[in-house]
Nanobody, 124 residues
Framework: VQLVESGGGSVQPGGSLNVSCTAS????????AGWFRRAPGKEREGVAS???????RYAESVKGRFINSRDNAKNTVYLRMDSLQPDDSGVYYC???????????????????WGQGTQVTGSS
């Protein structure tokens, strides 16, 4: 199983960025997926998680600004980030999990496979 992230970058506060995560080596629709971020000096934080059938859970800090989606035919999940702020900056990781009793989760322990991370910066 391999997860490859793309996108990210740097924008001024209020700007938007997209990140995507493409998977290979398994049946993507069998897994739930999540996005996490880690800022310097802070613990890893769950940002969004999407179930196999597309239901989504967001962290309170990103609700209304971030949109998580998935395209099972392309084995890809997406995270669109609007109104980015300096507090949103960090390395963003995608992850997937296969435990049947979990539909979606913002807890990193629920996930088995992780991407390499991509930097997102929302500062002037």
């Amino acid at each position: 199983v391999q997860l490859v992230e793309s996108g990210g970058g740097s924008v001024q506060p209020g700007g938007s960025l997209n990140v995507s995560c493409t998977a290979s080596g398994y049946t993507y629709s069998s897994y739930f997926a999540g996005w996490f971020r880690r800022a310097p000096g802070k613990e890893r934080e769950g940002v969004a998680s999407i179930s196999r059938d597309g239901r989504i859970r967001y962290a309170e800090s990103v609700k209304g600004r971030f949109i998580n989606s998935r395209d099972n035919a392309k084995n890809t999940v997406y995270l669109r980030m609007d109104s980015l702020q300096p507090d949103d900056s960090g390395v963003y990781y995608c992850a997937i999990g296969g435990r049947r009793e979990i539909s979606r989760s913002l807890n990193a322990n629920a996930y088995e496979y992780w991407g390499q991370g991509t930097q997102v910066t929302g500062s002037s």
